[in-house]
């Protein structure tokens, strides 16, 4: 599965910006979704996931109540809400797939198959 993020850019500090996750000839409907962020030197930071129906969302503390994730199954793509947005939310984010298993652990990188080039997200103060 090759996933495509896109939407990140420059915006100041309590703005607003929409990411979103496709991926070209491929159903991401049997998948989990999951969002991402690095910062260099840094550990990729676990953002938020989504079941493939949507049922369920995860949220890292650090951004609930801010960001939202969601999927539309029709159109094949997953988005990231984010408003609020601080200066410790720049950071290149990534979009990550994988299938339903038992036992999945949603807040780690490794729990994730398939991973996309990743979007810039700046945010200025």
């Known amino acids: 599965v090759q996933l495509q993020a896109s939407g990140g850019g420059l915006v100041q500090a309590g703005g607003s910006l929409r990411l979103s996750c496709g991926a070209s000839?491929?159903?991401?409907?049997?998948?989990?979704m999951g969002w991402f962020r690095q910062v260099p030197g840094k550990e990729r930071e676990f953002v938020a996931a989504?079941?493939?129906?949507?049922?369920?969302?995860y949220y890292a503390d650090s951004v609930k109540g801010r960001f939202t994730i969601s999927r539309d199954n029709a159109k094949n793509l997953v988005y990231l809400q984010m408003n609020s947005l601080k200066p410790e939310d720049t950071a290149v984010y990534y979009c990550?797939?994988?299938?339903?298993?038992?036992?999945?652990?949603?807040?780690?990188?490794?729990?994730?198959?398939?991973w996309g080039l990743g979007t810039l997200v700046t945010v200025s103060s």
């Open positions: 989504i079941t493939w129906s949507g049922g369920s969302t």
């Open positions: 000839g491929r159903s991401l409907s049997p998948y989990h």
């Open positions: 990550a797939a994988d299938p339903p298993k038992y036992g999945r652990n949603w807040y780690s990188p490794k729990s994730y198959t398939y």
